[in-house]
């Protein structure tokens, strides 16, 4: 298998978190993950040094020029949303998506794919601060400032800076494969798969009570029942509340809804299914706890635009290669 290529954009007055994050995930080398890791290039406009907030300055020998020649462009976040991009970061955007390139922003990097072109027609998300900005400048982009990444095919977008490491890990599971995403975030010690579709914007990310003990508690049991049916009255009484009272605390503490969330446990496992056996996709379906192969079909297809059966053959194919 070829060594895939990473560029990520360095820009002058950046936070070192965004950049960090493609740095972290596409540039260690990973001694349990036994097969050709990303190529990682950060790359700067000019080649001046570039100051970074906190007094450090940053230089790389890697310019524009590299930073378009990559598999996948990443722009972490620009230094002014309000500002206008650069003509010569806009023709290197421009020029690799006409190549083939896969494009992500994380952040408010979204407005330079915007002032690129790169969104016009596409759903896309930013920051939950910077959504209505988006909307006013590029209307003819779909901002949607929900989820914590979309995924549009050749070019994606994620939410505020942590929302990048989701995105980033979304990244590694199409590439890879699941199996060596959860390999990945067991390294990192964060949570291996959050859906994009997941609300940006928690009301309550710090368990306020022992209540929300009590849905961490349900989560686990449901995870050892994904075959099963599981509806809220079942996880309710897992967590010892009311079914009202359990709904609340759920969507509180997790940022979406226990279907929603069920739904994206069991496509998860799916996918291990998918690449560790050759069971057939009605079997799958049926141990992930979908009702029917259809059910699976169409909720694998929403989140990961592809069906079951292509990303096994891609999967198999890409591990051969």
């Known amino acids: 298998m070829s060594q895939p290529t990473v560029s990520v954009l360095a820009y ?6 965004e950049a960090g994050i493609v740095i972290e995930v596409f540039g260690l080398v990973w001694p349990d993950i036994d097969q050709p890791w990303y190529e990682l290039k950060v790359c700067t406009e000019t080649p001046d040094p570039i100051r970074v907030i906190g007094g450090a300055t940053l230089s790389s020998p890697h310019g524009l020029e590299e930073f378009a020649a990559a598999d996948t462009v990443v722009v972490p976040s620009v230094a002014d949303p309000h500002s ?4 010569g970061l806009i023709e290197a955007l421009r020029h690799a998506h006409a190549r083939g390139a896969r494009i992500v922003s994380i952040c408010s990097g979204a407005f330079a794919l915007a002032a690129a072109g790169l969104l016009n027609g596409q759903r896309a998300t930013t920051h939950w601060r910077y959504a209505d900005l988006l909307r ?7 901002v949607d400032p929900e989820p914590l990444y979309t995924d549009e095919g050749q070019v994606l977008t994620s939410a505020g800076c942590a929302a990048g490491l989701d995105l980033a890990m979304h990244l590694v599971r199409k590439d890879h494969g699941a199996a060596v995403a959860n390999a990945v975030a067991r390294r990192l010690v964060i949570q291996p798969y959050r859906a994009g579709g997941q609300a940006q914007y928690i009301e309550s990310p710090v368990p306020p009570d022992p209540d929300d003990a009590s849905v961490a508690r349900s989560l686990g049991w449901a995870l050892e029942h994904l075959a099963e049916p599981i509806g809220v009255p079942d996880l309710a009484r897992q967590a010892g ?4 009272t359990y709904l609340r605390h759920f969507v509180k503490a997790t940022g979406t809804t226990p279907g929603k969330w069920l739904i994206a446990q069991r496509v998860q496992a799916a996918l291990t299914m998918l690449e560790t056996g050759d069971a057939p996709v009605e079997e799958i379906a049926v141990a992930a706890g979908f009702a029917t192969p259809v059910t699976l079909r169409h909720h694998f297809g929403k989140q990961l635009h592809t069906s079951p059966s292509a990303y096994r053959r ?7 290669s």
């Open 12 to 17: 002058d007055g950046m936070t070192a978190f």
């Open 84 to 87: 206008e991009t650069s003509p």
């Open 136 to 142: 006013e400048r590029y209307p003819e982009i779909l």
């Open 241 to 244: 509340l009311s079914p009202r």
């Open 314 to 320: 891609t999967f198999r194919e890409r591990q051969r």
